[in-house]
């Protein structure tokens, strides 16, 4: 996904302009948020506006995204500009923990990729820094916002690095929100996970828990589960990187 805009099937990301571009992680969380029942979404730290037009082409909801980087900010208004579903996706240059202070609106669903380089040091690009780094967004912030932000019924999903998702589910508990589903994603069967999508709701059930695996066992293609999922947004597979 290395030029300058990545082609979906039916819209194209421009991602030019933003520290973090088109990547496997948006994709994933994009296409398994469950979406029964959905009439208004939240993606808060849209980027390039990836995850909120992947909600527009799943469903028929209204849709908000929230980015606190400018020059991102803009390039999300201009994908949303040029998708097929404009008139349903509106994009707030704010941090979410302003946009909870002036916000009357509540959401079926909240969606995020979010910083979470908490205990590491910070990348070396500012813009990257600010993209990947909770230190602009803690992980009892994000907890906080989404509790505020949720309908009663309301859902909220994420992606995180897996070695840090058992701290994220621990604050979350202490705070009235349960994880009720984990995918944990493996790059093959033979590495350990390196990421867990979690779902959270404010009414308590028994965590459903499966694992995804993106590569076969040789890496010189993508598993059946894996394309299955993302089946709706790829045009072509990305191309596989020895060594990925």
Known sequence: MGNDFFRFKQFTIY???CAMRVGTDSVLIGSWTEISGVSTILDIGSGTGVIA???AQRTNAKIDTIEIDKDAFKQTQENIARCPWPKRINAYHSSVQDYVKTSTKKYNRIISNPPYFENSLKPGSEKRALSRHAGSLTGNQLIDSAIELLLPNGKFALIYPYEQHKNFIAMAIRKGLFCIRITEVFSTIKNPPFRAMMEFSQIPEKCEVSQLCIYNEKMNGYTED????????????????SGS
């Open 226 to 241: 894996y394309q299955k999922l993302t089946s709706d947004f790829y045009l072509q597979w990305p191309e596989i990187h």
């Open 15 to 17: 991602h030019d302009r």
């Open 53 to 55: 037009i992947m909600m």
